[in-house]
């Protein structure tokens, strides 16, 4: 069973809306990852957070926002909802960011409508 | 050109026969290299990591790397019926970052 949890599971939005994604990560990891998977594709970066810090960031546009939290947990906003945001974001917990440290959470699949 | 390619699939194998899964990438300095698998309508799990040219085998699966050619592959041996999945390549594209492929999608048949 993970490590990570992610909140909720399935969402369904309306284009224009905002939404927030939940991400708890893994005991004694303190860095938070997050990724979109579109239908049929890999994974592709968003951002990463570090002891509460954006320490990177993926090809997407500034409405999409993260936050993390003094016990690592970590938040995903994506303001303006456009159809193409549909996908499974996926958050990984990792140990000072290491790669091959990376635990998935299973994911919260957003439609939008 | 993308970062990380994979071959179309899908690909459908008989149980018991040898699944092989092949991914180029295009950083030459690129170290180290992931293979995750990815159920459907789950998260990816890695299976295997390799960064040394050559074969790592782990249980029915091998990874295999060659840096000079910038590609780097995965055989499952024996294929079973749980082996079906999507299977994930994956490349660091800096210290924090990986780059996934697109996948392939292996069906094992009974």
């Known amino acids: 069973e993970t490590g990570v949890t992610q909140s909720p599971t399935h969402l369904i939005k309306t284009r224009g809306q905002q939404v927030t994604l939940r991400c708890s990560s893994q005991?004694?990891?303190?860095?938070v990852s997050w990724y979109q998977q579109a239908l049929g594709q890999g994974p592709q970066f968003i951002f990463q957070?570090?002891?509460?810090?954006?320490?990177g960031r993926g090809n997407f546009p500034p409405r999409f926002s993260g936050l993390q939290f003094p016990n690592y947990s970590s938040e995903l906003n994506v303001n303006a909802l456009e159809l193409d945001d549909s996908a499974l974001y996926l958050c990984a917990s990792s140990s000072g960011g290491l790669l091959w440290d990376y635990t998935f959470g299973s994911g919260t699949r957003l439609t939008v409508v | 050109q993308k970062e990380v390619e994979q071959n179309s699939g899908p690909l459908s194998v008989p149980e018991g026969a040898i699944a092989s899964l092949n991914c180029t990438y295009s950083?030459?300095?690129?170290?180290?290299f992931f293979w995750y698998r990815q159920y459907s309508g789950k998260s990816p799990e890695l299976i295997m990591f390799?960064?040394?040219?050559g074969d790592k085998e782990d249980g029915r699966f091998t990874a295999q790397l060659n840096k000079a050619s910038q590609y780097v592959s995965l055989l499952i041996r024996d294929s079973q019926p749980s082996d079906s999945a999507t299977y994930l390549c994956a490349v660091p594209s800096n210290d924090y970052k990986l780059s996934f492929g697109a996948g392939t999608t292996v069906t094992v048949r009974a």
């Open positions: 005991s004694g990891h303190n860095t």
């Open positions: 390799i960064y040394s040219n």
């Open positions: 957070y570090y002891r509460e810090e954006e320490n």
């Open positions: 950083d030459r300095g690129s170290q180290s």
